[in-house]
Structure formats: structure tokens, C-alpha cells
Antibody, heavy 121, light 107 residues
Framework: QVQLQESGPGLVKPSQTLSLTCTVS??????????WSWVRQDPGKGLEWIGY???????FYNPSLKSRVTISVDTSKNQFSLKLTSVTAADTAVYYC?????????????WGQGTLVTVSS | DIQMTQSPSSLSASVGDRVTITCRAS??????LTWYQQKPGKAPELLIY???SLQSGVPSRFSGSGSGTDFTLTISSLQPEDFATYYC?????????FGQGTKLEIK
């Protein structure tokens, strides 16, 4: 079955750019019927959806983060990536990648195991 | 954004109890409602989608209901492995939003 795995630095300095990659295995990221999302979890704020990408390159970002977020896809590597610029301590969270069905009701399944990113000098 | 509000925020119950968790949307979301279970240190796992459809492999003691703005997740007879945090999520409109979670603890 499809599995997702996040990778990237666990520590980022304030004002710098957070960069994470999600590698998809057991299936193709180029499947037309799916979106590929990033979700983060801050213990104080719960779960926050960051945005998604379709393999065609179509994206949608949460307006709360839109000015700082870029999600991209590399179909040759079966990966998609997250960049979050100008980070602050408020961006410290566990970051998950997840797949959702491209239909009327989008639920997330499966999820990656998550990776903790700490923003600190 | 659509706000999702869960109640209660935490709940103490015993093995064998019947438990109900509520999720309320700030506007109608039809049945575009998903429930997840999360255990400490793990990613959320899909339990129920489109309000009442049970994900494959999820025990039948879990059930979901509701439409519009009010939804419930019911566990008919709590098992030790069910003590976790539960989240609802709406996918009626972007951005997708989650409830704040309900932590189910052992009494």
C-alpha cells in the first residue's frame, strides 16, 4: 500500500526557510485522483492544513500561510516538497505529509509518520 | 474559514463504556466530515469519512453520524486500545479545518 515519509532538517533558525520533502512509495504520485498535502501540528493549536498539490502542479494554500508557503512536486522522484519562508518560533511543529482523494470529500489517508521541526537560534 | 468545535475537550471513561464525541461546524458542511484517531507520537489515522462511512479495517464499534452542522462519533464499547485523541475535519470548503481534538482517557 501507499506509504509516505517526511524528511528534512529538524532545526531551522528564525527568519530562515523551512524545507521538507515527502517521499511516496508503493504508488505513483502522478495518479490523477489524488492531492498531496502538508499538515502541521502544534501542541497548542492542534492540526493545521498547510496546502496541497496535484501532480499536474495545481496547488491550493491555506490563506493563513499563503504568503510564505510553496509546495512543489517532482514526479520523477515520486516526491513533493514544502518550503516555508521567514519562519518564527510559531512555526515549530510536527509536520506531516498526507494523501487525499480528489473528490467532493477530501479525507487524509495515509499520513506520513511526521517530522518535528524546531525553530530556534 | 469554517470553524470546527469538538466537545468535550477531554473525557474519562472505562473499558466497556459507550462514548460519544460531538463535532459542530460553524456552517453547514453537508456530510463532508472526517474523523481521525491519534495516539501519542503517531500520525492521525482515518476512522470515518463522509460522516458515517467506516474506513476498512476499523472495528465496527466505531460509528459516525450527522449532517449539516452537527456530527457525532460513537464508540459502542471502549477497548483499551481506543484511549487516544480524536479529531474531526471538514472538507466542504478550503481551507480544510480540524476540530481542536477530544482526549479520551482511562477512568
Amino acid at each position: 500500500q501507499v506509504q509516505l515519509q517526511e524528511s528534512g532538517p529538524g532545526l531551522v533558525k528564525p527568519s530562515q526557510t523551512l524545507s521538507l520533502t515527502c517521499t511516496v512509495s508503493g504508488g505513483s504520485i502522478s495518479s490523477a485522483g489524488y492531492y498531496w498535502s502538508w499538515v502541521r501540528q502544534d501542541p497548542g493549536k492542534g492540526l493545521e492544513w498547510i496546502g496541497y498539490i496535484h501532480y499536474s502542479g495545481k496547488t491550493f494554500y491555506n490563506p493563513s500561510l499563503k504568503s510564505r508557503v510553496t509546495i512543489s512536486v517532482d514526479t520523477s522522484k515520486n516526491q513533493f516538497s514544502l518550503k516555508l519562508t521567514s519562519v518564527t518560533a510559531a512555526d515549530t511543529a510536527v509536520y506531516y505529509c498526507a494523501r487525499s482523494v480528489r473528490s467532493g470529500s477530501n479525507w487524509f489517508d495515509p499520513w506520513g509518520q511526521g517530522t518535528l521541526v524546531t525553530v530556534s537560534s | 474559514d469554517i470553524q470546527m468545535t469538538q466537545s468535550p475537550s477531554s473525557l474519562s471513561a472505562s473499558v466497556g463504556d459507550r462514548v460519544t464525541i460531538t463535532c459542530r461546524a460553524s456552517q453547514s458542511i453537508s456530510t463532508y466530515l472526517t474523523w481521525y484517531q491519534q495516539k501519542p507520537g503517531k500520525a492521525p489515522e482515518l476512522l470515518i469519512y463522509v460522516a458515517s462511512s467506516l474506513q476498512s479495517g476499523v472495528p465496527s464499534r466505531f460509528s459516525g453520524s450527522g449532517s449539516g452542522t452537527d456530527f457525532t462519533l460513537t464508540i459502542s464499547s471502549l477497548q483499551p486500545e481506543d484511549f487516544a485523541t480524536y479529531y474531526c475535519q471538514q472538507s466542504y470548503s478550503l481551507p480544510y479545518t480540524f476540530g481542536q481534538g477530544t482526549k479520551l482517557e482511562i477512568k
